[in-house]
T-cell receptor, first 117, second 115 residues
């Protein structure tokens, strides 16, 4: 199993450009999450999904959109990138409440380092 | 919403000594508290977790304690080794409510083990 994968690994954008980050998991997880990690700020939740076709806002959703058309994929979009969106983006997934105690562990992808100039 | 504070932000200890990282949380409904370790340039990985019905949990050299009354929990690493050098994140989550499994993370502690 590949676990949680993210593409691309690195990206440089100019202000105003758009892009989509792809997260894929092969563990049949119900829940998927997008976080951003900035120095001294920890991991902050952008958006999450509790199942195919569902999405919900996290702590810092402004400037981002997401879609979960397939259970195994969770896409994060930036419509008009801003320098404040320069960050490392992590995707994570977990089984979800229906699986009981094992639902809690979140498995993270390798991250995408995004720079907006 | 939940607010998690983590201290210290940096910690240096001699190899073989113990390290303690502390977190406090604000939501009394939180009942799940994981700790993640992130090595330089790598992804965060779960190292231990505790639920509110347990006061302490150990796994070899690491242990976590929870004080629900005071709303704080701590990570203890004994007999530290160079490979323990990393950033450690605590997190908290309210009681599972089918769709509410959002973790709130602390801001991280950079642990450096001095050989």
């Amino acid at each position: 199993n590949a676990g949680v994968t993210q593409t691309p690994k690195f990206r440089v954008l100019k202000t105003g450009q758009s892009m989509t980050l792809l997260c894929a998991q092969d563990m049949n997880h119900e829940y998927m999450y997008w976080y951003r990690q900035d120095p001294g700020m920890g991991l902050r939740l952008i958006h999450y999904s509790v199942g195919e076709g569902t999405t919900a806002k996290g702590e810092v959703p402004d400037g981002y959109n997401v879609s979960r058309l397939k259970k195994q994929n969770f896409l994060l979009g930036l419509e008009s990138a801003a320098p404040s969106q320069t960050s490392v983006y992590f995707c994570a997934s977990s089984y979800g409440s229906w699986a009981g105690a094992i639902a809690d562990t979140q498995y993270f992808g390798p991250g995408t380092r995004l720079t907006v100039l | 919403g939940e607010n998690v504070e983590q201290h210290p932000s940096t910690l240096s200890v001699q190899e073989g000594d113990s390290a303690v990282i502390k977190c406090t949380y604000s939501d009394s409904a939180s009942n799940y508290f994981p700790w993640y370790k992130q090595e330089l340039g790598k992804r965060p990985q779960l190292i231990i977790d505790i639920r509110s019905n347990v006061g302490e949990k150990k796994d070899q050299r690491i242990a976590v304690t929870l004080n629900k009354t005071a709303k704080h929990f701590s990570l203890h690493i004994t007999e530290t080794q160079p490979e323990d050098s990393a950033v450690y994140f605590c997190a908290a989550r309210p009681e599972s409510n089918f769709g509410n499994e959002k973790l709130t993370f602390g801001t991280g502690t950079r642990l450096t083990i001095i050989p």
